[in-house]
């Protein structure tokens, strides 16, 4: 068993230029933080696993194929692998904690 708290995840990910900080890695699951500043650009692109975001803080919307949703604290989007998607219209700073299965390559 592995065990974490979020406010503690958010203490320990590394600052700066990183964007991504995967904490739990297991053949069938990844989980990590993503985090976005408001009007930034959302660089990703499609990914080969399926893809659960859970948005802990911070406004904005997510484009998935031609469908956009608007996102907030306690969303949940799951997006299927291979689909193209990417977080706009940042309005407030996103933390956001993304769960991929199997394990996201890399």
């Known amino acids: 068993m592995q065990a ?5 995840l958010l203490e320990s990910a590394p600052g700066g230029a990183v964007r991504y900080y995967e904490f739990l890695r297991v053949p069938q699951l990844s989980l990590g933080l993503y985090g976005l500043k408001a009007g930034e650009l ?15 803080a911070g406004r904005g919307k997510l484009r998935v194929n031609d469908h956009i949703q608007e996102v ?22 996103l933390e956001v904690l993304v769960f991929f299965a199997p394990a996201e390559a890399g």
């Open 72 to 93: 907030s604290p306690g969303s949940i989007v799951y997006v299927e692998a291979h689909a193209p998607h990417r977080f706009v219209e940042i309005e407030e700073d």
């Open 42 to 56: 959302d660089p990703q692109s499609p990914h080969h696993q399926d893809e659960v975001y859970y948005i802990i």
């Open 4 to 8: 974490f708290e979020i406010p503690n």
